[in-house]
């Protein structure tokens, strides 16, 4: 059980940081306030659910059916895919992408002023004793939203995993977004078996469309519907996963009603498929993904 008042009493920051329980999504989230921006994040699967800069509308996309006390994860915002994106790359009895998106993180440290979250996670030696790992996630709030993802080797031996910070952006109509920033770029497409093909323009939605392209970026979603740009730029990434499920699939995904598919476009920070991470004993490696948004 979570103690909201201890947390509370020892990270709280008053008029900017509140832990509380919140009844619409069943479970408890951290509400960060501040003049350039406001956010939400989930305790469960340290998952960013939602963020709105100063005279914009939300950037993030989350299912409108979406609950903290279903067993699953919550589909949208920023959820956190490690220490594998997809399937496990050897047992398919292992949960979809990765160990920690349906379980509690620990904040660890919080700074006001613009806010700045620490959160972590240890996996319990039950869950995977041969996986020495321990990931830490940095959310800074502020008019830019910048989300860190370090992950750290404590074990005697060399580690390698795949990651993902999987962001839902919310858009007007996905059917009229372009992503700008892939032309030219190697992509496998899960569509078509991950066959690898080269991106000749900007990436538009016509119907299904799921791909890991192989580079970190930059990319601009660009959104004639909302009248605005958001900017991703990354550090410490070697891909680029780009999703929207279309509505056939759509149609089969209980946690996306109706036309709702349309109203997001994921473009996920990634370390995946030829861009695995290996990591030293001792080391550690580092993911950043930095969220802007402009007008026009």
């Known amino acids: 059980m979570i103690d909201l008042d201890a947390l509370n ?11 509380t329980w919140n009844a619409e999504l069943g479970g408890p989230v951290v509400d960060i306030a501040s003049n350039a921006a406001e956010a939400r994040i989930a305790l469960k699967g340290a998952q960013v659910l939602g963020w709105t800069p100063a005279g914009e509308g939300p950037v993030l996309w989350v299912s409108p059916v979406a609950r903290l006390d279903a067993p699953k994860a919550v589909r949208g915002g920023v ?13 398919p009895q292992q949960p979809f992408h990765g160990l920690v998106r349906t379980l509690d993180w620990e904040p660890v440290a919080v700074t006001g002023g613009g806010a700045t979250i620490r959160l972590s996670f240890t ?25 860190t993802l370090t992950t750290h080797n404590d074990g005697a031996a060399a580690v390698t995993l795949t990651e993902a910070l999987h962001t839902y952006f919310a858009v007007a109509d996905v059917g009229q977004v372009a992503i700008e920033g892939l032309d030219g770029v190697t992509y496998l497409d899960k569509v078509a078996a991950f066959a690898r093909t080269q991106q000749t323009a900007a990436v538009g939605f016509a119907g299904e469309v799921d791909r890991i392209y192989l580079s970190g970026g930059p990319v601009q979603i660009v959104d004639p519907g909302l009248g605005r740009t958001i900017a991703v730029r990354s550090a410490g990434s070697g891909a680029t996963v780009v999703w929207n499920p279309g509505a056939e699939r759509a149609g089969r995904m209980p946690d996306v009603p109706g036309e709702s598919w349309r109203g997001y476009v994921c473009a996920e920070t990634a370390n995946a498929a030829d861009a695995a991470v290996r990591i030293d004993p001792g080391g550690r490696h580092t993911m950043v993904a930095e969220i802007t948004v402009r007008r026009g």
């Open 9 to 19: 009493r020892d990270f709280g920051i008053a008029g900017e940081v509140r832990f």
């Open 79 to 91: 959820p956190v895919c490690w220490p594998w994106f997809a399937d496990h790359p050897s047992d």
């Open 123 to 147: 996996l319990p030696d039950a869950t995977n004793p041969a996986l020495p790992l321990r990931p830490q996630l940095d959310v800074e709030v502020g008019s830019t939203l910048r989300i």
